[in-house]
């Protein structure tokens, strides 16, 4: 268990519809990042946040968007599904922003686009 | 971002033999990091290199950094049937990290 807790699991949605995916950080962690898994793609950085912030952004389509709350805790909004956004998305966090830093992965949540 | 290419893509070894997974850049890499993530899991960090020329050792699995800090290794001696996953190398650019495709062991009692 790394500490980290992502919700839902799994999540079976229409094309078009929007969904959250939602992520909490190991207790102590300011970075959350999301990564995209698919087997075309592999495993791709889509964002990162540290500490509310925007830090860093990856392969992020216009139509996904995330947020940290001051809890920490962390969205991933996907909207006007496609098929193609059927993946695992796995959120990680680390302690800080730099670099030179494990990151801690949660469970991730299995989206499928139907 | 920074490109690796990992090779194999597909690693199948008997039960207590060796094997070595490579991890390639065509730029010089800051650092790197290796993660293991088992059939069903999510990725597990495992060691991360910074030094030219560094290796590092945890029990069965060595890791080794290029001295030009363009290319990676991890060997895996005596495999056993607890080494199955897919291993990622991904170099890390101020926390983005950057995946290989990975190599996925299958290991054979």
């Known amino acids: 268990d790394s500490g980290v807790t992502q919700t839902p699991k799994h999540l079976i949605t229409a094309t078009g519809q929007r969904v959250t995916l939602r992520c909490s950080p190991r207790?102590?962690?300011?970075?959350v990042y999301w990564y995209q898994q698919s087997l075309d793609q592999g495993l791709q950085f889509l964002i990162q946040?540290?500490?509310?912030?925007?830090?860093a952004k990856g392969n992020i389509l216009e139509r996904f968007s995330a947020q940290q709350f001051p809890d920490l805790h962390s969205e991933l909004n996907l909207s006007s599904l496609e098929l193609g956004d059927s993946a695992l998305y796995f959120c990680?966090?680390?302690?800080?922003?730099?670099?030179?830093?494990?990151?801690?992965f949660g469970p991730g949540t299995r989206l499928t686009v139907l | 971002g920074q490109q690796v290419m990992q090779i194999p893509q597909y690693q199948h070894v008997q039960e207590g033999e060796d094997f070595t997974t490579y991890c390639n850049s065509s730029?010089?890499?800051?650092?790197i990091q290796w993660y293991k993530q088992r059939p069903g899991g999510h990725p597990v960090f495992l060691i991360q290199?910074?030094?030219?020329?560094e290796v590092k050792k945890q029990k069965r699995l060595t890791f080794q950094f290029g001295e030009a800090k363009k290319n990676s290794s991890l060997h895996i001696t005596a495999t056993q049937t607890t080494d199955v996953g897919t291993y990622f190398c991904?170099?890390?650019?101020?926390?983005?990290?950057?995946f290989g495709a990975g190599t996925q062991v299958v290991v054979t009692p």
């Open positions: 290199l910074v030094k030219s020329g």
């Open positions: 946040y540290y500490n509310g912030e925007e830090r």
């Open positions: 207790s102590g962690d300011l970075s």
């Open positions: 991904a170099p890390d650019s101020w926390g983005k990290l950057q």
């Open positions: 990680a966090s680390s302690t800080t922003s730099g670099k030179e830093n494990e990151q801690f």
């Open positions: 730029t010089t890499l800051s650092n």
